[in-house]
C-alpha cells in the first residue's frame, strides 16, 4: 500500500524558507508524475509545482521563482525547497504521487505558517 509522508513544514518568518520533503513507501517509486499542493483556510486546493517522469517541472505563477521542486529516486522521496516565503504562502502542503501503473495517492498535508 502506497504511503506519502511530508515533513518540514513549520513556523517561519517572511523572508524566510522551509524545505518540505515527502518520502513515499510501498512503491517501486516509478513515477509518472508528482507535485506539491496546497490549502489555505476557506481556499480551494492549488497546485504548487509538479515534476513528471522525465524530470520536467512546472510551477504555478505565484510561486515566481521562489520555491523549486525535485526528486530523488533512490530515496523516494520528492522535495520542495521554498525561499522567500511571504505570509500568503501559509497554508497546508501536501504531496501528490501518480505511478506510471496508475493511481493517485496523496500524502497527510504539512502546515506552513509564515508571520508577517
Known amino acids: 500500500q502506497v504511503q506519502l509522508v511530508e515533513s518540514g513544514g513549520g513556523l517561519v518568518q517572511a523572508g524566510g524558507s522551509l524545505r518540505l520533503s515527502c518520502a513515499a513507501s510501498?512503491?517501486?517509486?516509478?513515477?509518472?508524475?508528482m507535485g506539491w499542493y496546497r490549502q489555505a483556510p476557506g481556499k480551494q486546493r492549488e497546485m504548487v509545482a509538479t515534476i513528471n517522469r522525465y524530470g520536467v517541472k512546472a510551477y504555478a505563477p505565484f510561486v515566481k521563482g521562489r520555491f523549486t521542486i525535485s526528486r530523488d529516486n533512490a530515496k523516494n522521496t520528492m522535495y520542495l525547497q521554498m525561499n522567500s516565503l511571504e505570509p500568503e504562502d501559509t497554508a497546508v502542503y501536501y504531496c501528490?504521487?501518480?505511478?506510471?501503473?496508475?493511481?493517485?495517492?496523496w500524502g497527510q498535508g504539512t502546515q506552513v505558517t509564515v508571520s508577517s
Open positions: 501528490n504521487y501518480q505511478p506510471i501503473y496508475g493511481g493517485d495517492y
Open positions: 510501498g512503491t517501486s517509486f516509478s513515477v509518472n508524475a
